[in-house]
Structures are given as structure tokens and as C-alpha cells.
């Protein structure tokens, strides 16, 4: 079956601190890889993205997320937290139909505090 | 548009009463989706639409559940004699399915009471 986990339902960490969040699939097509942020109150709002190439992909805000095929793994990572990125943090995948994006499945999400 | 738009923001309804959502997509982005987003469930996809292929409705949850797009456009999702188990956070995207990015919308907050 097709499946996103996301281990981590709640992660604290120390602003300036590093952070990983983990994301493990099960997918049986090639993937498409995302993380999307969700602030209160606001929209999804697309971190980064994995489709082909270089594993290593870098986004926005200073996150970047490896693509491990073998541990069917997509984590993300932060080198050093900002307060501003205490938020909900989901990933998800989809299929490539041709280069056409079909429907996402979303893991159920890592909510991230940051102590000051 | 400069984003996805969704309206109401919020609907309060009563159990029994119908409802209708409404999102408008991105100028030009061929795909659009639903999700719903529950406490406890994270996103469930619901129904997803690309260009004038017939559209994916896998993720519907019940007959009570529709949704259309008109002229490619606009999307309107419908959701019939609405039960309190309906109340979530409806979210709409769009892209311009060719593997690139979805753009959510804000969402919809529908409570029933």
C-alpha cells in the first residue's frame, strides 16, 4: 500500500540548534518527493521538492531534504532553527505519470516547537 | 490570481444542510485538488482534476461528496445532507500538472453543527 510515515508526531528543539525531521514511504512507482510547511492559521506552503537528479535538494528558508532510495527515506534537515520555524511539517508523495503530478499522499505530520 | 483562492474562509452549517465550496485555481494551472485536512488524519485526498481528462475521485469519501470544474477553471466541491464527522479544513491546489509545484489555497474551515 501506498504510504507516507512521518515517526515524529511532536519535536522540540533549541533555537540555533540543528534539526531533522524524518519521513519514510512506501510508494511503488517512482516518487515524487515534497515537504510542505503549515503555520497556524495559514496554508501549505512547499518547502522543497525531489523528483530526479541530485538527492541532496536544497529549498526555501534554509532546508534541505535527502532522498535515500534504499532506506525509502526523504528527511529533512535545518542546520540552525529560527523561532519562525516552529510549525507543522508534512510530507508527501505522488506519482509521475508522464511528467503529470497525480494526487499527493501526506504523512500525518511533525509539529516542531522552538525553545528560545 | 496571484495564488489559489478558496471561499467561504469559514461555514458554520447545520447537520442535514448541504454545502458548497469554491476555489479558484492559479491563471493557466491545468490541475486542481482537493484534500481535506481532519484532526488526527492529517490530508486525505479527495479528488483531483487535469485539464479535460476525466477526473480522479478515488479519494471521496461517500456519495454525499461531489465536486465539478467549470470551462477548467473554477472548482466548486459539494458535500450533501452534511454530518458533523464532515467538519475539516478543505484545502484546494493547483499546478500546471507537468510535475511541477502545487500551490495550496488558505482553505476552507467547515464546522457542522
Known amino acids: 500500500a501506498q504510504s507516507v510515515t512521518q515517526p515524529d508526531i511532536h519535536i522540540t528543539v533549541s533555537e540555533g540548534a540543528s534539526l531533522e525531521l524524518r519521513c519514510n514511504y512506501s510508494y511503488g512507482a517512482t516518487p515524487y518527493l515534497f515537504w510542505y510547511v503549515q503555520s497556524p492559521g495559514q496554508g501549505l506552503q512547499l518547502l522543497l521538492k525531489?523528483?530526479?537528479?541530485?538527492?541532496l535538494v536544497q529549498g526555501i528558508k534554509g532546508f534541505e531534504a535527502e532522498f535515500k532510495r534504499s532506506q525509502s527515506s526523504f528527511n529533512l534537515r535545518k542546520p540552525s532553527v529560527h523561532w519562525s520555524d516552529a510549525a507543522e511539517y508534512f510530507c508527501a508523495v505522488g506519482a509521475v505519470y508522464g511528467g503529470s503530478q497525480g494526487n499527493l499522499i501526506f504523512g500525518k505530520g511533525t509539529k516542531l516547537s522552538v525553545k528560545p | 490570481g496571484a495564488g489559489v483562492s478558496q471561499s467561504p474562509s469559514n461555514k458554520v452549517t447545520e447537520k442535514g444542510k448541504d454545502v458548497e465550496l469554491r476555489c479558484d485555481p492559479i491563471s493557466g494551472h491545468t490541475a486542481l485538488y482537493w484534500y481535506r485536512q481532519s484532526l488526527g488524519q492529517g490530508l486525505e485526498f479527495l479528488i483531483y482534476?487535469?485539464?479535460?481528462?476525466?477526473?480522479?475521485k478515488s479519494g471521496l469519501p461517500s456519495d454525499r461528496f461531489s465536486a465539478e470544474r467549470t470551462g477548467g477553471s473554477v472548482s466548486t466541491l459539494t458535500i450533501q445532507r452534511t454530518q458533523q464527522e464532515d467538519s475539516a479544513v478543505y484545502l484546494c491546489a493547483s499546478s500546471t500538472g507537468q510535475g511541477d509545484l502545487a500551490f495550496f489555497g488558505q482553505g476552507t474551515r467547515l464546522t457542522v453543527v
Open positions: 482534476f487535469q485539464g479535460n481528462s476525466a477526473p480522479d
Open positions: 525531489y523528483f530526479s537528479g541530485d538527492t
